[in-house]
């Protein structure tokens, strides 16, 4: 079963072919059409997309000092956006509809300072959802 944590729940649906290497970027690929056709549960820490990043290191985010933190705070935030938690599992189609309901609240919070803010901003949704 296909594993996500919770800010994955909602930065998936902004992916633009972008990421850190081809292994990174073709896992971004495979885990987002397994998505579409596979029920989703949801991960406390590194999950499917987690998996194929060079800066996992012992399960956690070592991109930088604070990443691990500031990621872990983004996931509880993105779960509770979507009413989620935990150990459920979802569909990829359940989530996509709750975002165009939480996009402002998250862009605001996260996507102005985000890393993959130019990467997301090539996305038709991400465009879409900041003009509503």
């Not at 999950?47 to 070592?62: E, H």
């Not at 990621?71 to 009413?83: F, K, S, V, Y």
Request: aromatic share 10%; glycine share 4%.
């Amino acid at each position: 079963m296909l594993t996500l944590r919770g800010h994955h729940l909602i930065c998936l649906h902004f992916f633009s072919g972008e990421g850190y290497d081809s292994s990174f970027i073709e896992n971004l690929m495979d885990v987002l059409k397994r998505a579409e056709n596979e029920k989703i549960e949801i991960a406390a820490t590194a999950d499917n997309i987690c998996a194929k990043c060079p800066y996992l290191k012992n399960d956690k985010c070592a991109y930088d000092e604070k990443a691990d933190a500031e990621i872990r705070e983004m996931d509880e935030t993105a779960l509770r956006l979507l009413n989620l938690s935990t150990g459920q599992k979802i569909t990829w189609q359940a989530v996509k509809e709750y975002i165009p309901i939480v996009f402002h609240e998250w862009h605001n919070r996260y996507c102005n300072d985000c890393d993959w803010k130019q990467a997301c901003e090539k996305s038709g949704l991400y465009r879409e959802m900041k003009m509503r």
